[in-house]
């Protein structure tokens, strides 16, 4: 079933969505926000992780959590939807995700000396994908436990783009994969 932003704002209320998150095929996806403070980022990104059907979200640091109005807003509810959890630190999501599937790649949207444009990346699914802080990016310790750094090559004056844009378009980057496997 899918609900416009009218159906999900209406939340736990609309009993057409109640448990509509177990019965949603997931992606093997997770989302890691490595200190994200904008909290409208936040939820958007929890609308991203929704839109192409992410595992989890892990809200790492001193990221937000719900419940908060801002991230509610910009989520339309979807964080009713989709399953999320918090970690003191970036490093203990990770950790999570390899105790579940050690051959998880864990690929950081950043802009540094080993990053590679993300349209070169042979990415492959299950796959972590971790975003920064607006400011200071994924944090260091991450990066070197990283499989791939990506970035988006940037043509005019401004050196990057919203954090939640980048991750949207690495995203639906790697889930070109997954949609290429369902066609074979």
Do not use: H
């Not at 929704?50 to 979200?57: C, E, L, P, R």
């Not at 043509?155 to 939640?164: C, H, T």
């Amino acid at each position: 079933m899918k609900m416009n932003a009218t159906q999900l704002r209406a939340g736990n209320s609309n009993p057409a969505g109640a448990g509509l998150n177990s019965k949603l095929e997931k992606n093997e996806i997770y989302i890691i926000l490595d200190n994200v403070l904008d909290t409208y980022n936040i939820g958007s990104m929890f609308r991203l992780a929704d839109a192409v059907g992410s595992k989890k979200v892990f809200l790492c640091g001193k990221t937000e959590t719900p419940p908060n109005p801002r991230i509610k807003k910009a989520s339309i509810n979807t964080t009713e939807i989709v399953e999320w959890e918090y970690k003191e630190t970036a490093l203990e999501a990770l950790s999570a995700i390899r105790r579940q599937s050690s051959d998880t790649q864990i690929v950081a949207v950043e802009q540094s000396a080993q990053s590679v444009p993300y349209d070169k990346f042979d990415y492959k699914l299950p796959i972590a994908l971790i975003v920064g802080n607006e400011t200071y990016g994924v944090s260091k310790e991450v990066l070197e436990l990283c499989d791939g750094v990506v970035e988006i090559p940037m043509f005019g004056v401004n050196i990057s783009l919203n954090v939640m844009v980048s991750l949207a378009i690495i995203l639906y980057k790697a889930l070109e994969i997954q949609v290429k496997i369902d066609k074979d």
